[in-house]
């Protein structure tokens, strides 16, 4: 396999395979909040439909951030995708994506560390970027999870 670019920051395995699981959390992510965009029913399923699509698709951008990150530091991005539940109701949506979220959020966390101890500065800052926006998500599937 050809590289086009040579990394300046070299980076263990055990944070590759981190961006990896990241990678499989978020396509994982991605389909879940899509299909259930595609699924919602009900007047208050209608209501809140955008917000499944809007955030299916962040989740996808997130995963090609994350994917070209990581073949930057010489890895292969993974085509496997984390276990998807998307429920048969709003209420259990919002109760699996919450999860999603949170999951998201406990593996970001890590990664921040791990990057910090390896002094890849700039993996560190990508993930707290994403890391904020995976709150702004969680922060809004909580919120319309009072409301159904
Ligand atoms: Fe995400
Ligand atoms: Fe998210």
Redesign the pocket.
């Known amino acids: 396999m050809t590289r086009k670019l040579k990394p300046t920051a070299k980076v263990s395995d055990e944070l590759k395979k981190m961006l990896n699981d990241?990678i499989a959390?978020?396509i994982a992510?991605?389909v879940q909040y899509m299909w259930q965009y595609v699924q919602v029913i009900g007047t208050k399923g209608v209501a809140v439909a955008g917000k499944f699509k809007e955030?299916a698709i962040?989740?996808m951008k997130?995963?090609e951030e994350l994917a070209e990150r990581l073949w930057y530091l010489n890895g292969v991005p993974t085509t496997q995708l984390a276990p998807i539940k998307a429920g048969e109701n709003l209420k259990e949506f919002l109760e699996f994506d919450t999860k999603?979220?949170e999951e998201?959020i406990r593996l970001y966390k890590k990664i921040i560390d791990q990057a910090q101890k390896e002094g890849d500065v700039t993996t560190a800052f990508l993930i707290k970027e994403?890391l904020e926006?995976?709150e702004e998500?969680h922060d809004l599937f909580t919120t319309m999870l009072e409301e159904v």
Do not use: D, F, W
């Open positions: 990241a959390i978020e992510a991605s955030t962040a989740e997130q995963a999603m979220e998201g994403i926006v995976e998500h």
